[in-house]
T-cell receptor, first 113, second 114 residues
Framework: GAGVSQSPRYKVAKRGQDVALRCDPI?????LFWYQQALGQGPEFLTY????????KSGLPSDRFFAERPEGSVSTLKIQRTQQEDSAVYLC???????????FGPGTRLTVL | AQSVTQPDIHITVSEGASLELRCNYS??????LFWYVQSPGQGLQLLLK??????LVQGIKGFEAEFKRSQSSFNLRKPSVHWSDAAEYFC????????????FGQGTTLQVKP
């Protein structure tokens, strides 16, 4: 596709439910990033993949958060036992190589009730 | 720890007036610097970036930014603002030798008066 796509665009979950958020990066992009953007804040780094390898997961806030990119293309961010503080926009970004500027998807807005 | 500060949370300018959005970063080595724009319900769009070389960089939509090492700043400018520039603007910093993750400022909301 022409850009990074994410699905679903909106997700409402009851507290305690598990959710899965999908990211389709730009074709051929090696690097893939996940960010969390709380209301009124700038995005905060969650995790980074180079192809299928997860090289940095230092930003994941708890062990309830898990990300994968098994074939080096599509990535899924999974949140288990969602809590209200998980409500945010989750942004995915990709780039050809690191440091050249990341292209962002439209995000998934997660609301946990 | 690395950080990015955007001192102005909200700025209002008249259409046709000039604009400057401030950004300061905290990091020892030469960083990679970016400005992104986010319209409501949209993802982040890259306006411009600085890696090395000429400290004045040109971007899309008539924006430019100047890297000043002595001030640890990377301010965004536009000589004449259009109503369609109303959005949220984020400054971000990355650096070589790591994963390439970006550290973002809190953002500046730009309102344009007719």
């Amino acid at each position: 596709g022409a850009g990074v796509s994410q699905s679903p665009r909106y997700k409402v979950a009851k507290r305690g439910q598990d959710v899965a958020l999908r990211c389709d990066p730009i074709s051929g992009h090696v690097s893939l990033f996940w960010y969390q953007q709380a209301l009124g804040q700038g995005p905060e780094f969650l995790t980074y993949f180079q192809n299928e390898a997860q090289l940095d997961k230092s930003g994941l806030p708890s062990d309830r958060f898990f990300a994968e990119r098994p074939e080096g293309s599509v990535s899924t961010l999974k949140i288990q036992r969602t809590q209200q503080e998980d409500s945010a926009v989750y942004l995915c970004a990709s780039s050809e190589v690191t440091g050249v500027g990341q292209f962002f998807g439209p995000g998934t807005r997660l609301t946990v009730l | 720890a690395q950080s990015v500060t955007q001192p102005d949370i909200h700025i209002t300018v008249s259409e046709g007036a000039s604009l400057e959005l401030r950004c300061n970063y905290s990091y020892g080595a030469t960083p990679y610097l970016f400005w992104y724009v986010q319209s409501p319900g949209q993802g982040l769009q890259l306006l411009l970036k600085y890696f090395s070389g000429d400290t004045l960089v040109q971007g899309i939509k008539g924006f430019e930014a100047e890297f000043k090492r002595s001030q640890s700043s990377f301010n965004l400018r536009k000589p004449s603002v259009h109503w369609s520039d109303a959005a949220e603007y984020f400054c971000a910093v990355g650096y070589s030798g790591n994963t390439g993750k970006l550290i973002f400022g809190q953002g500046t909301t730009l309102q344009v008066k007719p």
